[in-house]
Structures are given as C-alpha cells and as structure tokens.
C-alpha cells in the first residue's frame, strides 16, 4: 500500500523560502507509471495544483508560481520536495504530496497534508 | 488558467439523487476525457471518487458516476447517505499540459 507523507516547517518567514518534503512508502518514486505531485489549499479555499515532477526529471508547473517553484527527486531517499521561495502571507495553505498516474491523469492517492503559516 | 465553475452547495434528502456541475472551456473540461472528481470531509486530505471522465476507483460505490458534454462535466451521486456530506471538486487536464480544480461544491444531507 503506497503511502506518502509530508514534512516540514509549519512556520516560515515573509520572502524567505519554503521547503517541503514528501517521503513515499509502499513504492517506488522511480516508477515510470506516476507524476509525483504538489497540491495546496488555502484556508477554508479550494484546491489549488502547484506542479509534479516524473522519474526523468521533468517538470511541469502552475503558470501562476512558475517563477517561484522547484519541484525535484531525491530517489536514493524515496523523496521528492517543493521549494517556494519569496513567500508572502498569501501562500499560507495546506500543502498536499499526491501521486499523479501516468495513464489515468488522476490524483489517486494523497499524503495527509501539512499545514504552512507564513507570518513573521 | 481559471478555476472550473460549480454552484457553492447541492443539498438532497437521504435516499434522493443529486447533481454537481463543472463547467470549463475548450482549453480544459471540453477538450479532453481528462476530468476527475474529488471528497473531503473536514479537516480530511481529499479523496479520488471519479477519474477520465466516468470511471471508479477500485472500492468507490457504484452510487458515484461522472458524465461530460461539451465544456460541463457532471458528478452524479445516487442514494445519497449521511456519509456523502463533504466537499466535492472536480479537475482538468488542460491544453497547456497543467491542471485546473474547480471551485468546490458542498453537498449537504439535509
């Protein structure tokens, strides 16, 4: 059973940057069948997609923080991570590691999400 | 890319069927079999009920289905329950090879 959990910190400051992780269990990250991926959800908000990496090293992002994001592998870990940098209060959110399949173009299984303050 | 439309709540009596909307352009909802529908329940990470249009997941009830024409795509949930009360968004893959979420629908069991 493929699991994926997030960790980091709850609280970064104004402009500086934000760091996450998302270690996968049950599977491997190197599987070529998924796009792993960064979801977020504002408080009391909708979904909002960030961007997803694949195996190869492809990435793919929101048009909209495209500017600001990193999303890369680490699979001697099973990890992948999100990097935002010059955060504002604005990108106080949940933030969601979830699996993309490569055939299905679904987000079927989702991390527990964590919850990120931006605030000095 | 702008979020897909759908009305801010449905509400229907246990037992009773009820609709959820999303509506898109061509750029999105209407150029691809490429929609997905999502629950959660509070304080819950959301949850896959309804992928490519109409297909579920392993372990989904058979009470969730998903249709499309033209740029709307459509949630239908039969028989509802007490446990069907959450927050329902659905997604697109779009024409720039991004994704787009909908606006979120809350489906109250009255």
């Known amino acids: 059973q493929v699991q994926l959990q997030e960790s980091g910190p709850g609280l970064v400051k104004p402009s500086e940057t934000l760091s996450l992780t998302c270690t996968v269990s049950?599977?491997?990250?190197?599987?070529?069948?998924?796009?792993w991926t960064w979801i977020r959800q504002h408080p009391g908000k909708g979904l909002e997609w960030i961007g997803y990496?694949?195996?190869?090293?492809?990435?793919y992002y929101n048009p909209s923080l495209k500017s600001r994001v990193t999303v890369s592998l680490d699979t001697s870990n099973n990890q992948f991570s999100l990097k935002l940098n010059s955060v504002t209060a604005a990108d106080t959110a949940i933030y969601y590691c979830?699996?993309?399949?490569?055939?299905?173009?679904?987000?079927?299984?989702w991390g527990q999400g964590t919850m990120v303050t931006v605030s000095s | 890319q702008s979020a897909l439309t759908q009305p801010a709540s449905v509400s229907g009596s246990p037992g009773q069927s009820i609709t959820i909307s999303c509506t898109g352009t061509?750029?999105?909802?209407?150029?691809?079999?490429?929609v997905s529908w999502y629950q959660q329940h509070p304080g819950k990470a959301p949850k896959l009920m309804i992928y490519?249009?109409?297909n579920r997941p392993s372990g989904i009830s058979n009470r969730f289905s998903g249709s499309k024409s033209g740029n709307t795509a459509s949630l239908a949930i039969s028989g509802l329950q007490a446990e069907d009360e959450a927050d329902y968004y659905c997604?697109?893959?779009?024409?720039?090879?991004?994704?787009?979420f909908g606006t979120g629908t809350k489906v109250t069991v009255l």
């Open positions: 490519d249009v109409s």
């Open positions: 979830v699996r993309r399949s490569r055939v299905d173009f679904a987000f079927d299984i």
């Open positions: 061509s750029s999105d909802v209407g150029g691809y079999n490429l």
């Open positions: 997604s697109s893959y779009t024409s720039s090879s991004t994704y787009v």
């Open positions: 990496i694949y195996y190869s090293g492809s990435t």
């Open positions: 049950g599977g491997s990250i190197s599987s070529g069948d998924y796009y």
